[in-house]
């Protein structure tokens, strides 16, 4: 997709997934893309439908939850994007992880017991469901990794404050449950997920998108405590089995490592994986839409102009 310029525009701001546009002082136009990233890298191919599945989600999720703590949203005009409140986002990432699972199995089978100064109890299996869900922040990295950091060091830095830090954490942990209830309606585990938050004068709303497989890990509920008895892969529906696939072929983000060619029936596997979550969260069935240029151009338009009304 080219860049657009839309009218009142004030700043550009191209994300590894997300383009977005700043509208005067206090609007945001998201236009998910269909980039895929992993180890913090975009990876060379596109996703068909990616970032329409990812909006979709999201507006759905951002929808069901508005009753727990304001979000951004405000309109979804066209499938692949969203138009919401700009806010002053706070430079953390709220991880927060019901099982042992992706990067938290990964520090764990390293022999850590620790994991952003919160404890692990020893003998966990990977993907065992922790005795409470528990918040594993990460800084937000302008460029390069976001990197795990503590309660404490995030006290420290004044990166929050203690009563934003109570509230963000308030809202993390209510936004998870029902997450997790929402799945489990469905048939899934919600794993982990994070959300990313901003302020509006003194008022905390949740931003970006929430509970998509970009930034959640889902587990098929059925089979799932026998797969866990006989130490079998679980079923899950999330970019977890992208990242595998990109470590079982040496590459992890790392300085010398070479993304991996990504064939026809892959690109497509991954785009069928996105769509069957998609499905199977919302209980709707996917609609494919691919709008041109001009098409999204002017539903934003139409859009942006109602809410400057």
Known sequence: MEKMVFPQ?????????????????????????????????????????KGQVLNQIAAYMLNATADICPNWLLETPAPHVAIGKKCIPFKLEMVIRGHLAGHAWRTYSSGKRTLC????????????????????????????????????????????????????????????????AIAAKRGLILADTKYEFGKIVDTVYLMDEIHTPDSSRYFYADGFEERQQKGEHQKQLSKEFVREWLIANHFMGKEGQQVPEMSDAWVQTISNRYIEL?????????????????????????????LNK
Request: net charge negative; charged share 25%; hydrophobic share 35%.
């Open 9 to 49: 525009q004030t700043a550009f701001y191209k994300g590894k997934v997300r383009d977005v546009y700043t509208i005067g002082n206090d609007l945001l136009v998201m236009i998910a893309s269909n980039r895929i990233s992993a180890f913090d890298v975009i990876l060379p191919r596109p996703i068909p439908y």
């Open 278 to 306: 998609y499905e199977k969260i919302t209980g709707n069935g996917f609609k494919p839409e691919q709008l041109s240029d001009e098409e999204t151009y002017s539903r934003v338009i139409t859009a942006l102009n109602r």
């Open 117 to 180: 100064g919160v404890s692990l109890p020893e003998g966990l299996k990977e993907n065992d469901p922790l005795p409470h869900p528990i918040i594993t922040p990460a800084t937000k990295a302008e460029h390069g990794h976001d990197e795990d950091i503590s309660e404490s060091e995030i006290l420290a830095r004044g990166l929050v404050t203690e009563q934003e830090w109570e509230t963000l954490s308030s809202y993390t942990f209510h936004l998870f449950e029902r997450g997790k």
